[in-house]
């Protein structure tokens, strides 16, 4: 009997059947597809920015483990010269230090989307883009505004991905270079 009411206290002070919280997931989304078609990555780049993903932002990107490109980024014109030698371990950067977005769900639009100079296994878009990211930093907008243009080729497992990334501002927006600069 004594050993009973040991067991019972012990099962009922320890909250053992209780539920909990469950954890937020720490590896990748299920939004991220396999990118065997190029439309496919400006899906899971969205999905990416959205739900602030960095490990799904990143495969966007050429793996140069999979590719002999490396990825590059041209920015606006007020930022020539201050991305010198940008790639992937900078866009990791920027991305992780713009941080989870605040209680606000982070917007990105593409607008007068056009595929061109198509082949088998490279392509490109240009694109007019709206980026608005809730983020924690003082001073620093949080829409952004311009023109894109990616430069996309499949690597050798088949899969497409950015290699090259030119932005421009449109008329006097604040661009994504201008987000980058401020954030990294």
């Not at 799904?56 to 590059?72: G, I, Q, W």
Request: charged share 20%; proline share 4%; with cysteine.
């Amino acid at each position: 009997m004594r050993l009973l009411f040991v067991i019972l206290v012990f099962f009922q002070g320890c909250d053992l059947f209780s539920t909990r919280e469950p954890e937020k997931p720490t590896g990748g989304s299920s939004e991220f597809k396999p990118p065997v078609t190029s439309d496919i990555v400006l899906d899971n780049f969205k999905s990416a920015i959205i739900e602030h993903n960095v490990n799904n932002y990143l495969r966007c990107f050429v793996d140069t483990n999979a590719s002999s490109r490396r990825f590059s980024f041209s920015p606006s014109a007020d930022f020539q010269g201050l991305f010198s030698g940008w790639g992937t371990e900078e866009e990791r950067r920027y991305f992780e230090n713009l941080g989870e977005p605040l209680a606000e769900v982070p917007v990105v639009e593409f607008f007068d989307l056009v595929e061109q100079n198509k082949t088998a296994a490279s392509t490109e878009y240009t694109m007019t883009y709206v980026l608005y990211y809730p983020h924690r930093l003082a001073g620093v907008a949080r829409q952004v505004k311009g023109y894109m243009h990616i430069y996309l080729a499949l690597d050798s497992q088949q899969l497409w991905a950015i290699y090259q990334w030119d932005d421009r501002k449109t008329v006097t927006d604040s661009t994504w270079s201008y987000l980058k600069y401020n954030v990294y």
